[in-house]
């Protein structure tokens, strides 16, 4: 049984998808105005553990990640400048090449966290019509007003505003700091539709005006296009909630009159040495940023695991650094398997194994099963590694279960196991025995017998290089 924290309830709940089996899911996808950073992908990364769990878990899941290219303004108080074109003017080139380059460059990024692609990346440039019409029905409605081209969301006509974030309208009454725009009846509403100024070079024709649409709109849109008017989970970090996520509540639910999102999942900060990441304190990191510093994606990965999603992760090199030599651990650990489970056919699985197996699995999905808590799942990985290490070596009738075994759990992990073995099923018996023993030898700390290995295998052909993602191999051209 699957428990999610729900921040529209404030709790831990079971989770019941609306329709058997299937489920629905909503992940805020990235603005593409420059480089998602490291906070980001944490968020991402979260949604992709949780959809890879559910479909581990037997569920269909249909997964939606919409890609910002307009809209989306320096402030959240709908002041400022849109955020792709003013990096189009910093940069002299079309906001549209801009857009498309991020994507690009976000979505190779994702691929290099092995994050599962969605089955649908709308963009919102793509999908401007659709959101005219709704701003018209809000407006028909009374859920909405125009004035001066600009059309805004009256949030008094919502009673149940502040219901995700806590921010009521009674709250923002009394606590109201915002300069109140001069075409808003109140200081908190919010732009669905917003009147190009003269140099504005993405714009569109609506009725109201020559224009653009507002950030919030865009997420209820495309969520309801491909998803339908009521969706089971909505994912994004906590930053949010308020205004983004306490909007498209708002609007969506006056449009339709029926519940927006069953279950929110928001994942917490991610900290740079305790401190918040910002290009001005010079703590702000990119996934191609510790790439060039020689971290694994990998590892940046386990790193995220071995926090829970809603705690805080503060990162820093000493973490990363740990993460990427357990995640060496693990690596090695499954291409042992792998390479010892080739030596012997047939068998029957020894007791103490399937035991240990067993143990490990239920742990796991017990883990899983409780808000996602992916430390004890990873924690209980390292320790059935520890045990397994502790035996005799391992003949195939051993080691091949524990091989598939690891395979299995990494469905939910995602640490790409699948990817570092199947350089290995097509080496020379030969070459898989003076590797295994390599590896039992450096685990002994005996690195000049793991040298002496290291010749007999270059002697017959192969390079052999110590990597994070598992050792790897490749055969030596003859010289012509």
């Given at each position: 049984?699957i428990?999610?924290?729900n921040?529209?309830?404030?709790?831990?709940?079971?989770?019941?998808p609306?329709?058997r089996?299937?489920?629905t899911?909503?992940?805020c996808g990235?603005t593409?105005?420059d480089?998602?950073h490291?906070g980001?992908?944490?968020a991402y990364l979260?949604a992709d553990t949780?959809?890879?769990f559910?479909e581990?878990?037997?569920?269909e899941?249909?997964?939606?990640?919409?890609?910002?290219?307009?809209?989306h303004?320096?402030?959240?108080?709908d002041?400022?400048?849109?955020?792709?074109?003013?990096?189009?003017?910093k940069k002299?080139v079309?906001?549209y090449e801009?857009?498309?380059?991020?994507?690009?460059?976000f979505?190779?990024?994702?691929a290099?966290?092995?994050i599962?692609?969605?089955?649908?990346?709308?963009?919102?440039?793509a999908?401007?019509q659709?959101?005219?019409?709704a701003?018209?029905?809000?407006?028909k409605?009374g859920c909405?007003y125009?004035?001066?081209g600009?059309?805004f969301f009256?949030v008094?006509c919502?009673?149940?505003y502040g219901?995700?974030?806590?921010n009521?309208?009674?709250?923002l009454?009394?606590g109201?700091?915002i300069?109140?725009h001069?075409?808003k009846k109140?200081s908190?509403?919010?732009?669905l539709?917003k009147?190009?100024?003269k140099?504005?070079i993405?714009?569109?024709?609506?009725?109201?005006s020559?224009g653009?649409?507002?950030w919030?709109i865009?997420c209820?849109?495309m969520s309801?296009?491909y998803?339908g008017?009521?969706?089971?989970?909505?994912t994004?970090?906590?930053?949010?909630?308020?205004?983004?996520h306490?909007?498209e509540?708002a609007q969506?639910e006056?449009?339709t009159?029926?519940?927006f999102v069953?279950?929110?999942v928001?994942?917490?900060?991610?900290l740079v040495?305790?401190?918040?990441?910002?290009?001005?304190?010079?703590?702000?990191?990119t996934?191609r940023?510790?790439?060039?510093?020689?971290?694994s994606?990998?590892?940046?990965r386990?790193?995220?695991?071995?926090?829970?999603y809603?705690?805080?992760?503060n990162?820093?090199?000493?973490a990363?650094d740990?993460?990427?030599?357990?995640?060496?651990?693990?690596?090695d650990?499954?291409e042992a398997?792998l390479?010892?489970?080739?030596h012997?056919?047939?068998g029957?699985?020894?007791?103490?194994i399937?035991k240990l197996?067993?143990?490990?699995?239920k742990?796991?999905i017990e883990?899983?099963?409780?808000?996602?808590?992916?430390p004890q799942a990873?924690?209980?990985v390292f320790d059935?590694?520890?045990k397994v290490?502790n035996?005799?070596?391992?003949?195939?009738?051993?080691a091949k279960?524990?091989?598939?075994?690891m395979?299995?759990?990494?469905?939910v992990?995602g640490?790409?196991?699948?990817?570092?073995?199947?350089?290995?099923?097509n080496?020379?018996?030969?070459?898989?025995r003076?590797v295994?023993e390599?590896?039992?030898m450096r685990?002994e700390k005996?690195f000049?017998r793991?040298d002496?290995?290291?010749?007999?295998?270059e002697?017959?052909?192969y390079?052999?290089q110590?990597?994070?993602r598992?050792?790897?191999?490749?055969?030596i051209?003859?010289?012509?």
């Open positions: 049984m428990k999610l924290y921040t529209l309830t404030k709790k831990k709940e079971e989770f019941k609306l329709h089996g299937k489920v899911m909503y992940t990235p593409v105005y480089y998602a490291i980001n992908f944490r979260t949780l959809r890879r559910l581990f878990s037997g569920y899941v249909k997964h939606v990640k919409n890609i910002t290219d307009v809209g303004l320096t402030s959240d108080a002041t400022g400048e849109d955020k792709i074109e003013a990096a189009a003017k002299k079309d906001p801009i857009s498309r380059f991020y994507t690009e460059k979505l190779e990024d994702e290099e966290l092995n599962l692609p969605a089955q649908k990346y709308p963009r919102a440039t999908h401007i659709e959101m005219i019409k701003i018209a029905v809000l407006l409605k909405a125009e004035k001066n600009n059309v009256d008094m919502f009673k149940d219901k995700l974030s806590g009521t309208l009674e709250k009454k009394q109201a700091r300069e109140p001069p075409d109140n908190f509403d919010f732009a539709w009147k190009a100024e140099n504005h993405m714009h569109w024709e609506s009725p109201w020559v653009y649409p507002g919030h865009e209820s849109v309801m296009e998803l008017e009521t969706i089971d989970i909505h994004g970090g906590e930053d949010n909630i308020f205004p983004h306490e909007d509540i969506s006056s449009l009159s029926k519940p069953q279950y929110w928001h994942t917490s900060w991610l040495d305790n401190e918040k990441m910002s290009k001005s304190r010079g703590n702000f990191y996934l940023d510790l790439i060039k510093l020689g971290y994606p990998m590892a940046f386990l790193l995220v695991l071995q926090s829970h809603k705690n805080h992760l990162f820093t090199h000493a990363i740990a993460a990427q030599e357990g995640l060496q651990k693990i690596y650990f499954t398997m390479l010892s489970g080739e012997k056919k047939g029957a699985l020894p007791k103490l399937q197996i067993n143990e490990c699995e742990k796991f883990a899983m099963d409780d808000n996602l808590n992916t990873v924690a209980a059935f590694i520890r290490n035996l005799t070596p391992l003949r195939h009738k051993e279960p524990i091989y598939e075994f395979l299995k759990i990494d469905e992990l640490l790409g196991l699948r990817e570092t073995g199947k350089q290995q099923t080496l020379p018996r030969e070459i898989k003076l295994l390599r590896e039992r685990k005996n000049i793991a002496e290995l290291r010749l007999e295998i002697k017959l052909g390079t052999i110590d990597s994070p598992g050792t790897k191999l490749k055969k051209n003859p010289a012509k």
